[in-house]
């Protein structure tokens, strides 16, 4: 398995181009089963999570092209992918494929909503908790689906189609929010959906969909109206960028210190996490170039967070902000709201010499001086690069093992860390 290997101590300086949202990628491909015609999707990252789901997408007879290499493209230049689900063979989505990857598990929504079954694994994906999907299901059957659950299968069929109804999750879910948006753009009648996840995601597919013929109303809100349609069809649609990506950096660069433009990014999907980030004592300015992100000589503050639904602070960025928070001064509480087990990175930071006690859902990091580099491994996606945050400003050496979680959502992740004055190197397994 693949290694990573970081002197640490170097300030960043330079640019970073940001790539599309892995968390919007995702979803608008699979999106692609609501039409027969071609739904082309412009900068989508060159991630493993895409490439699981574009077989995923294969297995149910959808065909693709990825555009090749145009003049001007360097490695980070996002991909053009076009998707043709005209000739759906299979609505059966397998456990092989399904259990890697918990956002495949979507694809129910597309397949009941045209075809009127589907037949789908129960999903698996990072190992941040339990991740139901309860809510996902019980919006399905508030459409009219009828549910079984069979040998580890979801078996759902709606012979008469879906019907528009009235969903109110009883706690915000991006997931679910997704699923009942799909669903509901091919069903009979009007759907609402209340208490809706209001990530920038959701309203980057809302719009996908509009442009396929889709009639949604009031998304990256938490009341969403959908009026039914009959058909959908194709369109071109760019992948927003990636917000978890930019915050990554933005803590990378508070983190070590240095004067970095995030491009390609936009401020107002980082929301909650620009202001902490501003009362720890980073400098973030929207320019003509992009996203400013600039810290000298100054220390940090500790600033305590806690973990929300869009706005508030993300629970993608939690793992990062932690390791930001190790060389703080001072003491800073951070508690995880969303999920139950995504902590998992506090004993992988204790590696470095930082100073984190457990209480309950929170994390309360006493801010040390210095870190140490050290051997660690990554547990998760956002956890890993958590460790490469600390590896950047540890003295030493940091060897990062296990980084295929980090080839799941960061796209060249040492290219863009190493033109910016990073020590970062990727040692192949032979
Ligand atoms: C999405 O996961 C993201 N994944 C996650 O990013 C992100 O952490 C999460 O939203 C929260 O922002 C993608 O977009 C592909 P949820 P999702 O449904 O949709 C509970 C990453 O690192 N819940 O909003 O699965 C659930 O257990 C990933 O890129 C139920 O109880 O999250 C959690 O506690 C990790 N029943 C909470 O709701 C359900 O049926 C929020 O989950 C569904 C969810």
């Given at each position: ?29 699979t999106a692609s089963l609501l039409t027969a015609d071609t739904l082309e999707l ?287 001064k001072g003491t800073s509480r951070i508690r995880e709201t969303i999920f139950e ?28 001086e210095s870190l140490k580099g050290a051997p660690v491994m990554a547990t998760d ?50």
């Amino acid at each position: 398995m693949d290694r990573i290997r970081i002197k640490g101590g170097a300030p960043l300086h330079g640019t970073i181009p940001i790539s599309g949202a892995k968390n919007a990628a995702l979803p608008l491909m699979t999106a692609s089963l609501l039409t027969a015609d071609t739904l082309e999707l412009l900068n989508v990252p060159r991630l493993a999570d895409v490439a699981l789901l574009l077989r995923i997408l294969e297995n149910h007879g959808v065909d693709h092209s990825v555009a090749g290499k145009r003049p001007g493209h360097t490695v980070e230049t996002g991909q053009a992918i076009r998707l043709s689900a005209a000739s759906v063979i299979d609505t059966c989505a397998p456990y092989e494929l399904v259990s890697r990857m918990r956002a495949s598990f979507w694809v129910i929504a597309p397949l009941l909503a045209r075809f009127g079954e589907a037949c789908v694994s129960l999903p698996g994906g990072c190992a941040i908790g339990t991740r139901p999907v309860d809510l996902l299901l019980k919006a399905l059957e508030d459409m009219g689906v009828v549910i079984e659950i069979e040998g580890g299968y979801v078996k759902a069929k709606a012979p008469k189609g879906l019907q528009g109804a009235e969903i109110v999750f009883p706690k915000v879910t991006v997931s679910g929010t997704h699923v009942a948006l799909m669903a509901a753009t091919l069903a009979n009648g009007t759907t609402v959906i209340e208490n809706a996840a209001r990530e920038p995601e959701i309203a980057d597919l809302a719009e996908c969909l509009n442009k396929m013929g889709a009639k949604v109303s009031g998304a990256g809100t938490s009341r969403i109206v959908i009026d039914g349609v009959s058909r959908l069809h194709g369109t071109t649609h760019a992948v927003m960028p990636d917000r978890i990506e930019t915050g990554t950096y933005a803590m990378a660069v508070a983190m070590t210190g240095g004067d970095v433009v995030l491009e390609n990014t936009r401020p107002e999907i980082l929301d909650n996490a620009i202001e902490v980030l501003e009362q720890v004592g980073v400098d973030v300015k929207m320019t003509n170039e992009g996203l400013h992100i600039h810290r000298n000589g100054s220390g940090l503050s500790a600033v305590d967070i806690t973990t929300n639904p869009f706005p508030g602070f993300p629970t993608d960025l939690q793992a990062q902000f932690m390791a930001l928070m190790t060389r703080a001064k001072g003491t800073s509480r951070i508690r995880e709201t969303i999920f139950e087990n995504r902590f998992m990175h506090v004993q992988e930071l204790a590696r470095f010499g930082a100073q984190i006690r457990l209480d309950g859902d929170a994390a309360i990091v006493d801010g040390v001086e210095s870190l140490k580099g050290a051997p660690v491994m990554a547990t998760d996606l956002r956890a890993s690069v958590s460790l490469v945050i600390a590896g950047l400003a540890a003295e030493g050496e940091t060897e990062i093992h296990r980084v295929y979680h980090l080839d799941r959502g960061f796209e060249a992740l040492e290219a863009k860390l190493g033109r910016c004055g990073a020590e970062i190197e990727r040692i192949r397994a032979s």
